[in-house]
């Protein structure tokens, strides 16, 4: 009988560095507040007492100089973990993790790889204004090289975190501040998950809903509202948007035709964009309408609450999406 | 004088000796400037507004941590507590017309810079009365009138642009009207953005191009938990990372607002005759933790009380009670005046309407064009002056 237990999404996430800390001495954690405070937001708790100081490591606040730092050392051929305490502070980085790190290996001619893992806060936290709420997903997949992992629950983030940090490649992971409270069963044993799979997490006959990261839960709000309605929906969390595993969003589409893709990050040339334009093609016969997409609304990320309420998706603006893709308006 | 014990002592690259932040000379290297008072002819009116200034900055962040208990402010929130002599001295030791730009550390400046409570209190309220309708939030205060350029919340995002507003103000002295540059501006920064590239570069920009520009490090000792020589070299003498730049380097005592004027004001018109940027090491200290939710185990309690000892508003209480020029009576009656101010504030910004969905898309073009209905006030960004620069386009018909 395998133990199951539930944690937090943090603790998921501090129990995949840890593991594989003692796993591979090459594993190391660096980033602001990540030693002695304990991590920002208590992610890295009692890591440096375990580990030291040479393995968990305090940085002065310099994106650019330790994400670069860790590339070098990846090169050298260590595998680090950088903990950005927010993605939006990444964008000081965006060279050494935009222009280093994913070209590396190809510039090199496969001479040298890059095994780094960069993880942190993703999309809006609530408030935290325009220059704090950055979803870079919408900025990053667009960029060939990197493996960006988008989990929406502890079990993900743990066996992602876990498969991330053994790989040979460099990885965006993007948690949520929102989320890292959140609690969900995982087990005791090791496990890993591989990186684009998607899973089925709901199923229905009506309309797919396919999304990753925190909206996958106003997903599951809008499909529990739309079977008041009488609407089947199916919930397809991605889990990656790099890879994106489309096969199991366009297995479901064929059954539903129609689709609501979810995306926090704005539309414009972005990874809900791009699944789309892969959805039209793949079930372009079998769409009973054309795939309809929830992002954030196309302007900078306002302070007040009724302004980033209405700016962030939800679970209304997706049943009205899901409403409308099915023709039940 | 005691000499205080600032976090800058201790960690790898510095001498184990304790700094101190009261003018003292501990380090060979260091100019401590100790302009005396009078020489820079401070008035007692001058004293008691600074004491004013202080004693509302200080109500208005004590209120500003209940109206976040109580959940109406929310987001991030940093007080300025503890730290109030360095706005109020640096303001007063510049012109109303020099611009200020600084971190999201930010409601002392903006008050100091003449910001109305009541607008700066409605912006973390989000409500439509706030500084920025409600847009930017406690770490993004702007106020175009008092020539206050931000509120920035990316650490360090702020020093490139202080060397751009300097930079600004010559060209537009010298280049545009063929005068002399006439303002310095002030770019605020805490300890730990010391540590960003951004800051570096602006350094070599503004020591290369000339800029008048003055650097205040609000070395306060800590970014968040992490003390100051645990997280840059050289914490013992920030002034030696300014002459690496070509740069002069001052070391001033943050928590006494009339020697803060005193010193500011020699180097700002220093700056200001010279057209030379200038580094302060402006020693202080943060009372409470970093933001609102930090237990700051990071400290000692007796390091903080040191501190409170020395409070800026203490330390100008006794000034202006030996001089005769306050009474615990006339004290009373500026608490009461400045608890009403904030008071009043809170009241307004309770009523302040929250901002109408349709600011969702305002004010992200100052131009009009698809959803995005232009800018509140376009004339302020030469918007209605523009030919405009784009077609017209209407989706609806374009599609149909
Ligand atoms: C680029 C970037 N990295 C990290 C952060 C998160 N952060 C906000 S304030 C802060 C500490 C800054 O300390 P300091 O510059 O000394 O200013 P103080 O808070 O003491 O006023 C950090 C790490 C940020 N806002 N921007
Ligand atoms: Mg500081």
């Given at each position: 009988m395998s133990a199951v237990r539930e944690i937090e999404y943090r603790d998921a996430l501090r129990e995949a560095m840890s593991e594989e800390m003692r796993r591979d001495k090459r594993v190391f954690l660096l980033g602001e507040e990540v030693a002695e405070y304990n991590g920002a937001y208590k992610i890295s708790r009692g890591m440096l007492e375990e580990f030291g100081a040479r393995r968990v490591i305090d940085t002065p606040i310099s994106e650019s100089g330790f994400a670069g730092l860790a590339i070098g050392a990846a090169m050298m051929g260590?595998?680090?973990?950088?903990?950005?305490?927010s993605w939006s502070f990444s964008l000081v980085a965006a060279d050494p993790i935009l222009n280093n790190a994913p070209k590396m290996l190809y510039m090199s001619g496969g001479q040298f790889g890059c095994p780094v893992v960069f993880r942190g806060n993703d999309g809006a936290g609530g408030q935290l204004g325009s220059t704090?709420?950055?979803?870079?997903?919408?900025?990053?997949?667009?960029?060939?090289?990197?493996?960006?992992?988008?989990?929406?629950?502890?079990?993900?983030?743990?066996?992602?975190?876990?498969?991330?940090?053994?790989?040979?490649?460099?990885?965006?992971?993007?948690?949520?501040?929102?989320?890292?409270?959140?609690?969900?069963?995982?087990?005791?044993?090791?496990?890993?998950?591989?990186?684009?799979?998607?899973?089925?997490?709901?199923?229905?006959?009506?309309c797919t809903l396919a999304s990753w990261g925190r909206p996958v839960h106003?997903?599951?709000?809008?499909?529990?509202?739309?079977?008041?309605?009488?609407?089947?929906?199916?919930?397809?969390?991605?889990?990656?948007v790099r890879p994106l595993d489309i096969g199991t969003v366009v297995r479901s589409v064929k059954k539903t035709g129609a689709c609501v893709v979810v995306d926090q990050s704005w539309s414009f040339g972005s990874p809900g964009s791009e699944l789309a334009s892969q959805v039209h093609r793949h079930c372009f016969d079998d769409l009973d309408n054309y795939v309809h997409r929830v992002h954030s609304a196309d302007v900078p990320t306002p302070y007040a609450t009724n302004l980033e309420q209405e700016y962030l998706p939800n679970a209304r603006k997706i049943a009205e999406a899901v409403r409308s893709a099915t023709y039940n308006l | 004088m005691t000499s205080l014990s600032h976090p800058t002592a201790g960690g790898t690259s510095a001498p184990a000796s304790p700094h101190s932040v009261v003018h003292t000379k501990v380090?060979?290297?260091?100019?401590?400037l100790q302009v005396p008072a009078a020489a820079a002819h401070v008035s007692s009116e001058q004293m008691l507004d600074w004491f004013k200034q202080m004693l509302l900055i200080r109500e208005f962040e004590l209120r500003c941590m209940q109206a976040y208990q109580e959940k109406k402010i929310g987001g991030f929130c940093h007080v300025y507590i503890g730290q109030e002599a360095v706005a109020v001295g640096c303001t007063a030791a510049?012109?109303?017309?020099d611009p200020i730009v600084t971190a999201y550390r930010d409601h002392g400046h903006a008050l100091a810079r003449g910001m109305d409570p009541k607008h700066c209190m409605a912006e973390m309220f989000g409500r439509i009365g706030g500084c920025a309708k409600g847009k930017g939030g406690s770490m993004h205060m702007f106020d175009r009138d008092n020539n206050l350029y931000g509120g920035h919340g990316i650490v360090g995002a702020q020093t490139p642009l202080g060397a751009g507003l300097?930079?600004?103000?010559?060209?537009?002295?010298?280049?545009?009207?063929?005068?002399?540059?006439?303002?310095?501006?002030?770019?605020?920064?805490?300890?730990?953005?010391l540590n960003q590239g951004a800051f570096h570069?602006?350094?070599?920009?503004?020591?290369?191009?000339?800029?008048?520009?003055?650097?205040?490090?609000?070395?306060?000792?800590?970014?968040?938990?992490?003390?100051?020589?645990?997280?840059?070299?050289?914490?013992?003498?920030?002034?030696?990372?300014?002459?690496?730049?070509?740069?002069?380097?001052y070391v001033v005592d943050g928590m006494d607002v009339v020697g803060v004027y005193a010193d500011m004001k020699h180097i700002a018109d220093k700056c200001r005759a010279t057209s030379r940027p200038a580094f302060v090491d402006m020693r202080t200290y943060r009372y409470k933790g970093h933001s609102m939710s930090d237990p700051r185990k990071y400290r000692t309690k007796e390091e903080e009380e040191v501190f409170e000892m020395h409070d800026p508003i203490g330390r100008l209480e006794a000034r202006l009670k030996t001089a005769g020029l306050l009474t615990d009576d006339s004290?009373?009656?500026?608490?009461?005046?400045?608890?009403?101010?904030?008071?009043?504030?809170?009241?307004?910004?309770?009523?302040?309407?929250?901002?109408?969905?349709?600011?969702?898309?305002?004010?992200?073009?100052?131009?009009?064009?698809?959803?995005y209905t232009g800018s509140s006030q376009p004339a302020m960004n030469g918007g209605t002056a523009n030919q405009p620069s784009m077609r017209t386009i209407d989706t609806k018909e374009e599609l149909s």
């Open positions: 260590l595998k680090p973990v950088v903990e950005f305490m704090h709420s950055w979803c870079v997903e919408g900025l990053f997949s667009n960029v060939p090289g990197i493996k960006i992992a988008i989990p929406s629950n502890p079990y993900d983030a743990k066996g992602l975190l876990k498969t991330a940090i053994r790989g040979s490649d460099p990885v965006f992971f993007l948690e949520s501040e929102r989320m890292l409270g959140n609690k969900g069963e995982v087990p005791e044993e090791e496990y890993l998950i591989p990186f684009g799979q998607a899973k089925v997490i709901r199923s229905g006959t009506d106003f997903c599951m709000e809008a499909a529990e509202e739309m079977q008041k309605l009488g609407i089947s929906c199916e919930v397809i969390d991605l889990r990656t | 380090y060979g290297d260091s100019e401590h510049v012109q109303h017309k300097a930079f600004g103000c010559k060209y537009m002295d010298e280049v545009i009207d063929g005068k002399p540059n006439s303002r310095v501006s002030l770019c605020f920064l805490g300890d730990g953005a570069e602006a350094m070599n920009l503004a020591g290369l191009f000339d800029i008048p520009v003055i650097y205040v490090v609000e070395n306060n000792g800590y970014s968040m938990g992490t003390a100051i020589a645990r997280g840059t070299t050289m914490a013992h003498s920030l002034i030696t990372k300014a002459a690496g730049y070509g740069i002069d380097g004290l009373k009656a500026m608490q009461k005046a400045v608890r009403d101010t904030v008071r009043d504030a809170i009241t307004w910004s309770d009523e302040s309407p929250i901002p109408p969905m349709a600011e969702l898309y305002h004010d992200v073009f100052v131009e009009p064009w698809g959803p």
